[in-house]
């Protein structure tokens, strides 16, 4: 993490040309907000504290909607309490895949700016770079005690670690639930093929050892300052004991924190679901998603419980969302990553990828029952949450921050948006750009003028006609828009992805860790320099498992 | 309409299957509802009065549920509140075109039974047949006061008009809203191509004069026993005047036996919209659909405060409910024909064909906030209403109803659903079965089975997986049941379509609507009977327009 730079925060061009409209109003409204944040803080002698509980690949309206709950055999409980007793958003957006929107959502950032546009897979040898500056950096310059639990995804690297990512501690997975497969059962479910190393038979024709991976961390644990481990085994046992741990580890943490009074941030990112098709059938669907968020809901109704107990349910905001859309293309073997409302899932640019089920809860600040149709990006919890942190003024000031503070729009509700636009990224690759209503797709081959295609959000929800002439009006905007984008990261330009030695620094490292960590061939009998093909740019190969 | 004819009402045959279960059961709850709606009618000193309001072509989602109502850029604000004061369902099934279905609502029969498969349009010399026993024969027997407002599109001769099919007092449109366009503003939009004859220019290589119809009847209005008139004219000032004046008669209606203390059954089913562009923007969406729905909604709204001024809502079930899925196949001119949910549309026999937008209200009898899982056909509302009349016995015997009483739906709510089958017809097509949570696609070029795809509904929603390994347990099953229904058909037969002279029995005929009503050729100088072509069975040609 660098050093603080002063200066007001840089937002994307867009921004700008919505606060010269609405600046004047934004301002009073602020006004309001923070005399209302003062009176929460005299209340409760703390900032208030911060939930973030993000899980996979989840649809819009697969949690928190009664009615559609019927529809897709199973029930979410707790997510249609939270939507009840707070809010449910209807437009809000991460990054179409894992990776991508683990880090946009940490450093308030697209993912193509910090380089993390890629999905990591073992052995990554890449991960989040120190360069950047994470919501748990911002959160504990504040005074918050900062926990990651779960799911990490954002590399391999030891820098990449949440415990040099600003957290004070961890229980986390480098990669994703594909690894719930590499073993026996997946291999017998032909759900993956024995192209890892263990798993494979000697082939007399091999030539070269060194091709895929050899072993893998499912699991580290660390705390700031302190060792990280290896936690267990990468069996499936251990897999499953993971979410569990979690779990538990965040109660504590929360319960630790109330018990001292100090502000606390909390991130849980579940790992919902192992891809090995689980016998244990919990909800009539039957489904690999909904059977797995059985748990995820049921936690979240815990930590609803906990912390009214606690007595600090009106001090802390609790914000719970899917990282990005169901994985619809190459699903994992088990039924029910399915579409509904949208069109698309995981790795898409059209709605379905990116508009997410998502949901908040602060008793005393949001409205029960509210339903928020204002646009929302992942990004914009980072300046929301500082803003409420009293930490605005640790945002670095020397990059594009694209998320927006929209305190406003949990504090005073629908309609009290500050956002109406969004760039949408697959891979390295701007695909759409979203304004209001309108969305103008870059790529592809649609109807329309060459390689551009217009759709009407409010009337083909499921982006299917792409229009011509109706929206010919938007077109030269659409390009206005996009080259303020792009002219703005001239000044601002993207970070490459960070690169290294995967997996140093675990205190606990086994020998085929180490393994991992060293270059598997002797590097004095390459005629070339390694360090070179390492951080040389692939284009982006669209990979889309999570 | 024939006698009444002794004996049990002829369910289809899978219904045996599953009275063979739940019978006993079944019958006793039945005797538990009775015994609940007797001491209704102690309360209100009369069987329960009838609303049903039906529209065209919307989706599931979206009317009644206000999350989606931000999606789609318009709201449905009396839905919705019919929705918190009573039951929103999620499985409600239609069949997939507007002809077909309101013939099946109102006989209680698929509409391939009476020969109303094909959606009617200018000039049709066809409709539904006296030989057919309406909900409005049913409940007049049992002493109730009907009427029937709005778009009727069951034909254009004299025995399909409403008041030779029970109802006691009309205005209703024989065919649909194209008609809106038939005029020069619809042309000047491009939205009509001038193939009606008083739009045609004089061609000179014109040979034959009678090809295309020449004129209609845009609406008609009359009282049973009394004289059929034309309505106002056809243009497109009428048009527009026709869904004003039918919810003005039917409050009329409504107030006048609430004062007569005389058991009602209304029937408003409103055009909804013209197809010609509505300059009036009435919803951010500025959809044809969105737009349209505001005034239907608005008038639920009316329904339900007027029912409770005249102290009748607890003696009233309004069910509300969309024909068949939106029109996403050649659609009107204008915005807003959606998919969200659902995949497919009207004539589709995927589930956005017909599984659609449906409520219903009945203060004290149906649990504010319900949401209905259960399947749900609008056949049922015919069974399910004479049971309420007290009219069981008025169900002709001598032919199948698949309607099911569902009363204990309304009554005991989620979960109380006595069906789990659909057999989805597009045309004279069976093109899929639905059991439970399965669905088999007979028709179409789809991977699996030759000729054949199956699907689960919770898990793949929009049926676009089409699973064959996991579902191939449920193949025979499916056979069997498709065997039990067409076996059942040698006993009682589909009726062939009834045919005649359009427009007869019109008392202020004009010159052209009589000319409409008489061969335009001599008919002594064809070589061929008239008649035999006339009611020449062709093959469904799969015409999707309503």
Known sequence: MPEATPGPVVHDAEYYVLFDQHGDSWELEDKQLDAKLAELEEKFGAKPNVVHIMWDDMAFGDAGIPALNKIRGFDTPNCNRMAEEGALFTRYYTEAACTPSRAAVLTGRYAVRSGMYNV???IEAAGLGSEEVTMANVLSGAGYATAFYGKWHLGDIEESYPTNQGFDETLFTPYNQVLSLWNRIGEG???????????????????????GPSDWIMSMEGTKGGEMLEWKSSSLEDYNQIDPECEKRSIEFIRRNAAEKKPFYLAYWPLLTAFIPNPRKQTVSRGILGDGFQS???FIGQVMDEL????????????????????????PPGLGMAETVFRGGKSDYWEGGIRVAALAWWPGMIEPGTIIGDMFHEMDLYPTFARLAGATGL???????????????????DTSGRRDYNFVYTGNILAASIKGRFKRVW?????????????DLYNDPREVNPALVPFLGTSSSFTTMRKRHEIWKQKY????????????????????????????????????DPLEYMNFELPWDGLDAD
């Open 120 to 122: 990591a897979f073992p």
């Open 395 to 413: 945002i670095p000031t020397d990059r594009i921050i694209d998320g927006i503070d929209q305190t406003a729009v949990l504090v005073n509700g």
């Open 296 to 298: 995820v809901d049921a």
């Open 493 to 528: 330009p993207d970070r490459p992805t960070k690169r290294g030695a995967p997996f140093t620094g675990i205190a606990n490292a086994r020998e085929e860790t180490k393994a991992l960590s060293n270059p598997p061939v002797d590097l004095e009998k390459l005629p070339f």
């Open 189 to 211: 479910a032909n759900a993956v093929q024995g192209v890892i190393r263990p798993m494979l038979v000697d082939d007399p024709y091999e030539v070269d050892k060194t091709f």
């Open 308 to 331: 009214t107990e606690l007595g600090i349910a009106e001090n802390t905001v609790v914000v719970c969302h899917a990282d990005n859309g169901p994985m619809v293309h190459n699903p």
């Open 443 to 455: 790529v592809g081959d649609h109807p329309g003028l060459p390689g551009s295609a217009f759709y």
